[in-house]
């Protein structure tokens, strides 16, 4: 084999690398975001409706969040609701 097909075969070679430690850093940044979900969903491995309660998130949101979930919830439904307060609070700033 000459030096110009090593020389290729080298190069070939430094970008499969780069590919795939991009691919891995990618992976783990996807794997930790994940993580962090199902914490958030799940703190202490239960259920956030069962550890979590009102009074937390009027310390942090203030009383519009009783307000944003007045307009959110529907009695007559019984599906579990994904709410996104940051959003909802955000709504409610900008009809004032």
């Known amino acids: ?7 290729i075969i080298k190069g070939f070679e430094k970008i499969d690398n780069f590919i795939r430690n991009s691919h891995k850093r990618e992976n783990e940044i996807v794997h930790r975001q994940i993580n962090k979900i199902n914490v958030s969903l799940f ?3 239960k259920p956030q ?7 937390q998130f ?6 519009g969040f009783i307000k944003i979930l007045h307009n959110v919830i529907d ?8 709410l996104d307060i940051k959003s909802e609070l955000d709504k409610m700033q ?3």
């Open 1 to 7: 084999m000459d030096d110009i097909n090593k020389f």
């Open 43 to 45: 703190p202490n491995r």
């Open 49 to 55: 409706e069962r550890v979590l309660n009102i009074i």
């Open 58 to 63: 009027l310390i942090k949101y203030g009383y």
């Open 75 to 82: 009695l007559q439904k019984t599906d579990a609701i994904i």
């Open 94 to 96: 900008k009809e004032k």
